[in-house]
Protein backbone atom coordinates (compact mmCIF):
# COMPACT_ATOMS: atom_id res chain seq x y z
CA UNK A 1 0.00 0.00 0.00
CA UNK A 2 1.49 3.53 -0.81
CA UNK A 3 1.97 5.95 1.78
CA UNK A 4 -0.29 8.60 -0.50
CA UNK A 5 -3.16 7.47 -2.34
CA UNK A 6 -4.85 9.89 -5.00
CA UNK A 7 -7.45 8.68 -7.74
CA UNK A 8 -5.22 9.47 -11.27
CA UNK A 9 -8.43 10.69 -13.37
CA UNK A 10 -8.82 12.09 -15.83
CA UNK A 11 -11.49 14.34 -14.14
CA UNK A 12 -13.35 15.82 -16.57
CA UNK A 13 -16.06 19.14 -15.73
CA UNK A 14 -17.86 22.18 -17.32
CA UNK A 15 -16.43 25.52 -16.87
CA UNK A 16 -17.27 27.02 -14.00
CA UNK A 17 -18.23 23.90 -11.81
CA UNK A 18 -17.30 22.72 -8.53
CA UNK A 19 -14.21 20.43 -8.21
CA UNK A 20 -13.67 18.43 -5.70
CA UNK A 21 -9.85 16.54 -5.25
CA UNK A 22 -8.65 14.22 -2.46
CA UNK A 23 -6.05 12.24 -1.11
CA UNK A 24 -6.30 9.59 0.81
CA UNK A 25 -2.41 8.88 3.63
CA UNK A 26 -1.46 6.17 6.26
CA UNK A 27 1.33 7.37 8.04
CA UNK A 28 -0.07 9.46 11.14
CA UNK A 29 3.13 11.24 11.43
CA UNK A 30 2.25 13.57 8.66
CA UNK A 31 1.77 17.00 9.90
CA UNK A 32 2.67 19.29 6.48
CA UNK A 33 -0.25 18.91 4.03
CA UNK A 34 0.32 20.61 0.83
CA UNK A 35 -1.49 20.65 -3.12
CA UNK A 36 0.99 21.49 -5.87
CA UNK A 37 -0.74 22.38 -9.51
CA UNK A 38 1.48 20.95 -12.23
CA UNK A 39 1.09 22.14 -16.06
CA UNK A 40 2.55 19.20 -18.59
CA UNK A 41 6.28 19.66 -18.91
CA UNK A 42 6.47 21.79 -16.06
CA UNK A 43 7.85 21.79 -12.46
CA UNK A 44 4.89 21.78 -9.79
CA UNK A 45 3.86 24.94 -8.32
CA UNK A 46 2.57 25.22 -4.61
CA UNK A 47 -0.95 26.13 -4.56
CA UNK A 48 -2.16 25.27 -0.63
CA UNK A 49 -0.39 24.85 2.41
CA UNK A 50 -1.78 23.50 5.26
CA UNK A 51 -0.17 22.61 9.03
CA UNK A 52 -2.49 19.99 10.98
CA UNK A 53 -6.02 19.87 11.02
CA UNK A 54 -8.39 22.57 9.80
CA UNK A 55 -9.49 24.88 6.39
CA UNK A 56 -7.78 26.99 4.41
CA UNK A 57 -8.89 29.08 1.82
CA UNK A 58 -7.28 31.27 -0.91
CA UNK A 59 -9.45 32.78 -3.70
CA UNK A 60 -11.18 30.13 -5.50
CA UNK A 61 -9.45 27.27 -4.18
CA UNK A 62 -10.13 25.79 -0.20
CA UNK A 63 -7.95 23.10 1.33
CA UNK A 64 -9.43 20.65 3.94
CA UNK A 65 -7.01 18.50 6.11
CA UNK A 66 -9.13 15.53 8.21
CA UNK A 67 -6.18 14.10 10.45
CA UNK A 68 -8.83 11.42 11.89
CA UNK A 69 -10.10 10.72 8.87
CA UNK A 70 -6.37 10.75 7.40
CA UNK A 71 -7.80 12.72 4.40
CA UNK A 72 -7.31 16.07 2.40
CA UNK A 73 -9.01 17.87 -0.10
CA UNK A 74 -8.70 20.12 -2.54
CA UNK A 75 -11.81 22.18 -3.67
CA UNK A 76 -11.70 24.38 -6.76
CA UNK A 77 -14.55 26.98 -6.65
CA UNK A 78 -15.81 28.70 -10.65
CA UNK A 79 -13.16 26.61 -12.03
CA UNK A 80 -11.97 28.11 -15.52
CA UNK A 81 -10.37 25.93 -18.09
CA UNK A 82 -6.83 27.33 -17.39
CA UNK A 83 -7.16 24.88 -14.00
CA UNK A 84 -6.72 22.23 -16.27
CA UNK A 85 -3.64 20.71 -14.91
CA UNK A 86 -2.09 17.78 -13.06
CA UNK A 87 -2.91 18.53 -8.99
CA UNK A 88 -0.59 16.80 -6.57
CA UNK A 89 -1.30 16.45 -3.18
CA UNK A 90 2.48 16.36 -0.47
CA UNK A 91 2.97 15.68 2.65
CA UNK A 92 5.69 15.65 5.02
CA UNK A 93 6.04 14.85 8.60
CA UNK A 94 7.62 17.15 11.84
CA UNK A 95 11.03 16.24 11.03
CA UNK A 96 14.42 17.54 10.48
CA UNK A 97 14.32 16.27 6.86
CA UNK A 98 11.42 17.74 5.79
CA UNK A 99 11.19 15.45 2.50
CA UNK A 100 7.64 15.48 0.83
CA UNK A 101 5.65 12.38 0.17
CA UNK A 102 3.50 12.86 -3.24
CA UNK A 103 0.58 11.08 -4.31
CA UNK A 104 0.37 10.06 -7.59
CA UNK A 105 -1.49 13.29 -8.53
CA UNK A 106 -5.05 13.89 -10.69
CA UNK A 107 -5.47 15.21 -14.09
CA UNK A 108 -7.95 17.40 -14.04
CA UNK A 109 -9.48 18.79 -17.57
CA UNK A 110 -12.05 21.83 -17.25
CA UNK A 111 -14.09 22.03 -20.22
CA UNK A 112 -14.90 25.77 -21.80
CA UNK B 1 10.40 35.98 -5.23
CA UNK B 2 10.97 32.21 -4.34
CA UNK B 3 12.28 31.17 -7.65
CA UNK B 4 14.24 28.25 -8.26
CA UNK B 5 16.09 27.49 -11.90
CA UNK B 6 16.98 24.07 -13.16
CA UNK B 7 19.48 24.17 -16.52
CA UNK B 8 19.17 22.73 -18.94
CA UNK B 9 15.71 21.84 -19.41
CA UNK B 10 16.31 19.66 -21.61
CA UNK B 11 19.02 17.05 -22.80
CA UNK B 12 19.37 14.49 -25.26
CA UNK B 13 22.99 12.42 -24.80
CA UNK B 14 24.25 9.17 -26.04
CA UNK B 15 24.18 6.10 -23.55
CA UNK B 16 27.53 5.88 -21.93
CA UNK B 17 28.00 9.29 -21.21
CA UNK B 18 27.18 11.98 -18.05
CA UNK B 19 25.11 14.54 -17.92
CA UNK B 20 25.05 16.94 -15.48
CA UNK B 21 21.77 19.53 -14.10
CA UNK B 22 22.18 22.60 -12.40
CA UNK B 23 19.45 23.85 -10.08
CA UNK B 24 19.44 27.39 -8.49
CA UNK B 25 17.48 29.19 -5.96
CA UNK B 26 17.67 32.53 -7.44
CA UNK B 27 16.19 34.98 -4.69
CA UNK B 28 16.93 32.57 -1.60
CA UNK B 29 18.98 31.27 0.29
CA UNK B 30 18.42 27.23 0.38
CA UNK B 31 20.68 25.03 2.80
CA UNK B 32 18.32 22.32 1.94
CA UNK B 33 17.75 20.89 -2.06
CA UNK B 34 15.74 17.69 -2.98
CA UNK B 35 16.26 16.12 -6.42
CA UNK B 36 13.24 14.16 -7.40
CA UNK B 37 12.48 12.17 -10.70
CA UNK B 38 9.09 12.00 -12.99
CA UNK B 39 8.27 9.02 -15.09
CA UNK B 40 5.60 9.76 -17.81
CA UNK B 41 1.81 9.97 -15.78
CA UNK B 42 3.65 9.32 -12.69
CA UNK B 43 3.62 11.09 -9.30
CA UNK B 44 7.87 12.33 -8.16
CA UNK B 45 10.30 10.07 -7.00
CA UNK B 46 12.59 11.49 -4.56
CA UNK B 47 15.72 10.53 -5.02
CA UNK B 48 17.83 12.29 -2.77
CA UNK B 49 18.56 15.39 -0.18
CA UNK B 50 21.38 17.08 -1.11
CA UNK B 51 22.32 19.79 1.79
CA UNK B 52 24.77 22.34 1.41
CA UNK B 53 28.03 21.68 2.58
CA UNK B 54 27.85 18.54 3.85
CA UNK B 55 27.02 14.78 1.69
CA UNK B 56 23.71 14.06 -0.02
CA UNK B 57 21.41 11.51 1.51
CA UNK B 58 20.33 9.21 -1.35
CA UNK B 59 16.96 7.45 -1.12
CA UNK B 60 16.74 3.44 -0.72
CA UNK B 61 17.43 2.19 -4.45
CA UNK B 62 18.98 5.18 -5.52
CA UNK B 63 22.53 4.71 -6.76
CA UNK B 64 24.77 7.27 -4.96
CA UNK B 65 27.80 6.41 -7.20
CA UNK B 66 25.51 6.90 -10.50
CA UNK B 67 23.51 10.45 -9.03
CA UNK B 68 26.53 12.58 -8.15
CA UNK B 69 25.22 15.04 -6.22
CA UNK B 70 27.03 18.45 -4.92
CA UNK B 71 25.66 21.22 -2.94
CA UNK B 72 28.51 23.73 -2.84
CA UNK B 73 26.86 27.21 -2.46
CA UNK B 74 23.62 28.11 -0.63
CA UNK B 75 21.99 28.57 -4.16
CA UNK B 76 23.52 25.79 -5.99
CA UNK B 77 23.33 21.80 -6.44
CA UNK B 78 24.21 19.66 -9.13
CA UNK B 79 22.86 16.47 -9.86
CA UNK B 80 25.51 14.64 -12.27
CA UNK B 81 23.85 11.34 -14.06
CA UNK B 82 27.13 8.88 -14.73
CA UNK B 83 27.24 6.59 -17.29
CA UNK B 84 23.57 7.12 -18.26
CA UNK B 85 21.73 4.57 -19.91
CA UNK B 86 18.15 4.63 -21.77
CA UNK B 87 16.39 3.93 -18.29
CA UNK B 88 17.55 6.70 -17.16
CA UNK B 89 15.90 8.90 -19.24
CA UNK B 90 13.12 10.86 -16.85
CA UNK B 91 11.94 13.91 -15.87
CA UNK B 92 14.46 14.83 -12.80
CA UNK B 93 12.90 18.21 -10.88
CA UNK B 94 14.65 20.02 -8.40
CA UNK B 95 12.97 21.74 -5.10
CA UNK B 96 14.38 23.97 -3.06
CA UNK B 97 13.81 25.04 0.92
CA UNK B 98 13.85 28.58 1.51
CA UNK B 99 15.97 28.87 4.95
CA UNK B 100 14.54 31.77 5.97
CA UNK B 101 10.96 30.74 6.08
CA UNK B 102 10.00 28.63 9.31
CA UNK B 103 7.40 26.00 7.89
CA UNK B 104 8.15 23.27 5.80
CA UNK B 105 7.52 24.61 2.23
CA UNK B 106 9.52 23.68 -0.67
CA UNK B 107 9.59 25.43 -4.28
CA UNK B 108 10.20 23.65 -6.96
CA UNK B 109 12.08 24.20 -10.67
CA UNK B 110 10.93 24.08 -14.08
CA UNK B 111 12.33 20.40 -14.54
CA UNK B 112 14.97 18.53 -16.86
CA UNK B 113 13.87 16.33 -19.72
CA UNK B 114 16.32 13.68 -20.07
CA UNK B 115 16.47 11.61 -23.10
CA UNK B 116 19.86 8.37 -23.13
CA UNK B 117 19.76 7.58 -26.94
Known amino acids: QKEVEQDPGPLSVPEGAIVSLNCTYS??????FMWYRQYSRKGPELLMY????GNKEDGRFTAQVDKSSKYISLFIRDSQPSDSATYLC????????????FGSGTRLQVQP | GAVVSQHPSWVICKSGTSVKIECRSL??????MFWYRQFPKQSLMLMAT?????????EQGVEKDKFLINHASLTLSTLTVTSAHPEDSSFYIC?????????????FGPGTRLTVL
Open chain 2, 95 to 107: SARDSGRAYNEQF
Open chain 1, 50 to 53: TYSS
Open chain 2, 50 to 58: SNEGSKATY
Open chain 2, 27 to 32: DFQATT
Open chain 1, 27 to 32: NSAFQY
Open chain 1, 90 to 101: AMSADTGRRALT
